[in-house]
């Protein structure tokens, strides 16, 4: 009886489609496929993608795009605002709620790791943000804040790439306000309750470099330099969230006459492709995940492969 119990309670989860994957894998082309041959949603799980002015640089998909497929969460945060995961998963909850009310089927797409964790994964109650506490971190270098999380929490910083600020403060603030370890934490975490079809976009490591080296110089040619320029001169900082986006630092360094644009380019394709190797290395530790290679491939026929296995059912 518990069974048919806990049967018919997963059958009335509703059913949403992930499609994940390192940046720079076609996501973005190949839901849109996706959405218009499902009458799907597209909820956003880009990590820069919701805050406004940012168009160029986080790769925001365009008007055309756009066109015929509801997209929800691009552009829904000012630039000089933080958005972190828990209210990533609120927002999720109350889209999918209406998107389902629409008969319309929702679907997760991005490579923000952070974000889609905090949906397929879950969060734990962890305490509330310590703004002296952040603003004091932000002036220390983050190699010494690197140190500090291996010595009070080693497991979190082996999980956590010693680039990445903002998990490495917070994995700090949870230990400075509660005396316990993020890592230990975690693991009490629940995903939302849905039924999820999660289908990873991944591709050969030549062609994808050549595809990020590729993107970069679509961003520079649309218009970067002005976009950047635009919102630095409005008052966008380093210790705002968006500053962090790719492009945007090395933007700030040519405008300061510290390196030229070609350096750039360079090193905007570096960090580029370091974030896909992270993104790729965490989105392997799922097993439920139904990866696609898309090297060589069109979108639509990727496309096609996904809406195959979205109405297959395997979920």
Avoid: C
Wanted: aromatic share 6%.
């Amino acid at each position: 009886m518990r069974r048919l119990a806990d049967a018919n309670s997963a059958a009335r989860q509703p059913a949403v489609l992930v499609i994940l994957g390192p940046t720079a894998t076609s996501k973005t082309a190949v839901s849109v496929s996706v959405a218009k041959e499902l009458d799907g949603e597209i909820i956003s799980a880009d990590s820069r993608a919701f805050f406004t002015g940012l168009d160029i640089v986080t790769a925001r998909p365009n008007v055309q795009e756009q066109a015929g497929v509801s997209h929800h969460g691009l552009g829904i945060v000012p630039w000089d605002k933080p958005y972190d995961a828990m209210a990533f998963r609120r927002d999720v909850e109350r889209w999918v709620t209406a998107i389902v009310e629409r008969e319309h089927i929702p679907m997760i797409v991005g490579g923000g790791t952070l974000y889609i964790g905090a949906v397929i994964r879950g969060l734990f109650e962890g305490p509330s943000k310590d703004d002296a506490l952040r603003t004091q971190m932000a002036q220390e270098d983050l190699d010494v804040l690197y140190r500090r999380l291996a010595t009070v929490d080693p497991d979190a910083a082996r999980s956590i790439h010693p680039n990445d600020r903002l998990r490495i403060e917070r994995a700090l603030e949870v230990f400075a306000s509660t005396g316990r370890r993020i890592s230990t934490l975690q693991p009490s975490a629940e995903p939302l309750a849905y039924r999820f079809l999660k289908i990873g976009l991944r591709r050969d490591r030549a062609e994808h470099r050549t595809a990020i080296a590729a993107r970069v110089q679509q961003m520079i040619d649309a218009g970067l330099a002005e976009e950047v320029r635009t919102v630095l001169r409005a008052g966008l900082r380093p210790e705002h969230q968006a500053y962090r986006t790719i492009g945007i630092p090395e933007m700030a360094a040519v405008f300061d006459g510290r390196i030229s644009q070609d350096e750039a380019a360079a090193r905007m394709v570096t960090q580029t492709w370091a974030l896909a190797k992270r993104q790729a290395a965490w989105f392997r530790r799922d097993r439920a995940v139904h990866w696609i290679d898309v090297s060589g491939r069109t979108p639509d026929g990727v496309a096609e492969e996904v809406v195959a296995l979205w109405k297959k059912g395997d979920r």
